[in-house]
């Protein structure tokens, strides 16, 4: 038996937000040499797209969090509350 590990992290680093890490590590057992390249494949293939469409989420995320902080602070400078 022949025990393949294959290891992806990602790391973001947003202006004004802690960074993020996404980290992912598959053991697969494969009965043959031969099999090795299929599964190198099928594991670098499915860790692009499903990384990639991770990452674009967070980055979706905290732009429209963002965007809601911003607003809120327009709205609090127009319309101040309290007594100066």
């Not at 947003?14 to 031969?34: A, C, F, M, N, W």
């Not at 809601?68 to 100066?84: H, I, S």
Request: glycine share 4%; aromatic share 10%.
């Amino acid at each position: 038996m022949i025990v393949l590990e294959a290891n992806y992290s990602k790391k973001l680093g947003l202006p004004g937000y802690s960074s993020h890490q996404y980290s992912l590590t598959v053991r697969k057992e494969v009965s043959d040499i031969s099999q090795v390249e299929k599964e190198r494949v099928i594991f670098w293939t499915w860790r692009g797209n499903e990384v990639t469409a991770n990452v674009s989420l967070l980055q979706r995320y905290i732009t429209r969090k963002r965007r809601l902080l911003q607003d809120r602070d327009v709205c609090r400078e127009a319309f101040p509350t309290g007594t100066n």
